[in-house]
């Protein structure tokens, strides 16, 4: 079904006019969150300016510790919804080295984010979650939020508004830090995966991501902060890339977002709390967006049933702690030739090292 058509078919349901839980966007952290809090007994609203299916700029690869933190609220993703990958693959040149996931982690999934905002709909709506799409929300209020021109009341506002959030501003809920820009872009190719891995293919400035999200297609990011590069020059920048995706047909057409990551200082305010990319966001080098934005949906369902966000606030600072760490590592590979060389040097020399990283990566050696 065409995404307007699910939209206003979802839309038929009335929405009430008052509710426990409010939550600002129903991308993947939004619906994560509205899930979970749905799960500990609140009513909860998802309110979303786009209609369904949404289909954001992401290189689509979600790492093992975002499927457990899926499971952890009752969405099983399986081979089923994509390409299992079983680990991480690094190339620069002629140099290559690879890690895979620890055995208890088992697989990361390639998933086309328009199928992962499918299944997350659909368990939302079997769990009883109100669902309203192409509708703004405009302010908040004293009693709750204004959406199409109408207040809900309710007793928590869940801002998961995403990269450029508005609800973020409105709480007065500003950023301490933050890195460089990074412009992504992402197109998909038909073509059989050549590898189980997701391979990460390294250049000063840029990377390009190739993640098998099916039988027969793969999606290809390619992330810089050179203002000039775009994905036509793929060929130039990443010729052996080019070499395996020469012949494959693009089965969309490229996009662009920004990546960057971003720390606040605190993510709550009042009846007031942020998730996912509003929450702060990390670069796209880590692939930890999402797994973030999921472990973050079950805490602060946790705290919300017990009535205390600072506990939220508490955790959610541990929890950002891994993957911010993550990407100032892998980014400072990104502008330095020799620093970067020298490390794959490494790696595909002490496997073990590169294993032991990536365990530390996915939470598998500090849960947090
Ligand atoms: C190039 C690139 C590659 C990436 N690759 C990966 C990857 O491989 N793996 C990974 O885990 N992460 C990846 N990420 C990060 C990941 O995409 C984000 O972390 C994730 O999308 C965050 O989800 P979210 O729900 O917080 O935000 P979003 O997905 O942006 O959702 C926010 C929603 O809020 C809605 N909204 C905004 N304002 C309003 C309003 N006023 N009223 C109603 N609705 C509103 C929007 O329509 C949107 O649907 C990548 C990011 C980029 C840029």
């Given at each position: 079904m065409p995404g307007n058509d699910l939209g206003a078919l979802l839309n038929l349901r009335p929405v009430p006019s008052e509710t426990d839980v409010f939550v600002i966007g129903g991308g993947p952290a939004g619906l994560a969150a509205a899930l979970a809090a749905r799960r500990s007994g609140f009513d909860v609203i998802v309110a979303d300016r786009a209609p369904p299916l949404i289909n954001k700029v992401c290189a689509e690869g979600l790492m093992p510790d975002g499927i457990a933190a899926l499971r952890g609220i009752g969405v099983e993703l399986g081979p089923e919804h994509g390409a299992p990958f079983r680990g991480i693959r690094f190339l620069d040149n002629e140099l290559e080295a690879e890690a895979s996931f620890p055995k208890n982690q088992k697989f990361g999934l390639g998933v086309r984010r328009t199928l992962l905002h499918r299944v997350l709909m659909e368990r939302a709506e079997d769990g009883g979650v109100v669902m309203r799409w192409?509708?703004?929300?405009e302010s908040l209020d004293p009693s709750g939020v204004k959406v199409d021109g109408r207040t809900v009341r309710c007793r928590w506002i869940i801002g998961?508004?995403?990269?450029?959030?508005r609800v973020r501003r409105w709480s007065g809920l500003l950023p301490v830090w933050s890195s460089a820009r990074r412009i992504g872009f992402r197109q998909h190719f038909r073509v059989r995966p050549w590898t189980d891995f997701v391979e990460v293919y390294w250049h000063n400035y840029c990377q390009a991501y190739v993640t098998p999200v099916g039988e027969n297609e793969v999606c290809v990011a390619m992330i810089t902060?050179?203002?000039?590069?775009?994905?036509?020059?793929l060929p130039t920048v990443f010729p052996r890339l080019a070499k395996r995706l020469c012949g494959a047909e693009p089965t969309d057409s490229p996009r662009g977002a920004i990546t960057m990551s971003v720390k606040l200082?605190?993510?709550?305010r009042g009846r007031v709390a942020l998730v996912g990319d509003a929450s702060g966001s990390v670069d796209?080098?880590?692939?930890e967006g999402l797994a973030l934005a999921f472990r973050q949906a079950r805490f602060l369902a946790t705290s919300l049933y017990a009535e205390d966000l600072r506990k939220y606030d508490a955790v959610h600072r541990q929890i950002g702690q891994r993957p911010r760490l993550m990407a100032r590592l892998l980014l400072l590979m990104d502008g330095n030739t020799d620093l970067r060389r020298g490390a794959l040097r490494t790696l595909a020399a002490c496997p073990r090292i590169f294993g032991s990283l990536l365990a530390f990566h996915v939470g598998a050696l500090w849960p947090h």
């Open positions: 192409q509708s703004r929300v998961a508004d995403g990269f450029h959030p902060s050179a203002r000039e590069v775009r994905l036509s020059d200082p605190t993510v709550t796209a080098i880590t692939g």
